[in-house]
């Protein structure tokens, strides 16, 4: 403890000292693991989802090969956003659609979408500041997100606010990486326990539908999962390095270590680093039972609604079992149901998906 503690204070002066909100830290950016795999067609049925575990109880699952889990994740993890985002190309927008992306690679984004991700960067540079690092490992490229990590939940403890925190661990066997919008610690009254928070931008001043905030609402559980198995249980280093093939005596190099050189941190190695990140999680608290979701405006920024929710376990884990299934296998990707088939006319896969084609024939027939 005394270790970490003067390792933060040596990083202290290098950071922001006041506790408003739009004081600059030093940030690394951390870019997406590479998928490796080549795709193929829909895997043959298997067993079914394991039961919810935990970090500390892991089978060291591994996908069959020919999931799309085993196909474009089994390096980088599946991310919390692939099962849970409501936007195009994501799961929850539609599984078929999310497929075909997959497997053939993603249309362009929409002026919507770069609207959403530029908000996101100007609230991150709010509270840090943003620097490009070159690498070329994959050790280097990991080093730096627990690097962010690191550094995000030093100014969560001094500033009481982090943004663009990145976090890793396992949910339902499977190992996942996710990056919570913001975290804060309200220092007026409460638990002061740290409270996650998501903001999503949109187009016209309407409220979102349920299903929408149905699954902001599963993204910001499973952040708040991943979250408190990180600062509560120990960290499943050996199954880590042995899950994402790491080596963890590589020694840093290039940008990564002039960076941690510069928080004048004696860090040679990923596992100097990694040890680090434990040290640092185990600072910090399991977070608050309240979670919120923001919803503001992409023209103006004007705040349309704040939504406090509780936590609630054992639904979360019935959603992700569910996003698994697909991932792992066990059953094919679903289409969009009945009532939301007005997402097609926006799909650039429709001319080749059967849903569509069959919606298309039906209309011919009964026309
Ligand atoms: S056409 Fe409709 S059902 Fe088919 S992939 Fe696109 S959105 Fe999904």
Known sequence: ??????????????????????????????????????????????????????????????????????????????????????????????????????????????????????????????????????????????????????????????????????????????????????????????????????????????????????NARLQLMCYKYLWDNLVTNTFPTEHFFRHYELNRQYTLTGDVKKYIDSLELDLKTLDDVLSHFRRTSSLLSQSDEQLLLRYELQSDQSLLEEYYFPYDSSWCKKQVDKGLEFWLGYREASFVPEDEKWKCKFCAFASDCPQSVTSSTNRTRSR
């Open 1 to 214: 403890m005394a270790f970490i503690e003067a390792a933060l204070a040596s990083v202290r002066p290098r950071l922001a000292s006041s506790a408003c909100p739009s004081s600059s830290s030093r940030f690394a950016l951390f870019s997406s693991l590479p998928s490796i795999l080549p795709c193929s067609s829909v895997p043959p049925t298997s067993p079914g989802p394991r039961s919810f575990s935990t970090s500390g109880d892991i089978e060291d699952p591994v996908p069959p090969r020919s999931s799309l889990l085993g196909q474009f994740r089994s390096k980088r993890g599946l991310s919390v956003t692939d099962i849970t985002s409501t936007r195009h190309y994501y799961q929850e927008w539609c599984e078929k659609q999310l497929e075909f992306s997959l497997c053939r690679g993603k249309p362009k984004r929409t002026d919507a979408m770069k609207a959403g991700s530029d908000r996101h960067s100007q609230l991150e540079k709010e509270v840090s500041e943003k620097m490009e690092l070159h690498f070329e490992t994959i050790e280097d490229s990991w080093a730096i997100r627990l690097m962010n990590f690191i550094i995000g939940a030093h100014n969560l403890l001094f500033e009481g606010i982090t943004r663009e925190l990145p976090v890793v661990g396992v949910i339902e066997g499977v190992w996942m990486v996710g990056v919570i919008d913001e975290i804060r610690i309200s220092r007026d009254g409460g638990a002061g326990l740290p409270m996650l928070v998501d903001t999503k931008t949109r187009c016209k001043a309407t409220v979102p539908s349920a299903a929408q905030k149905r």
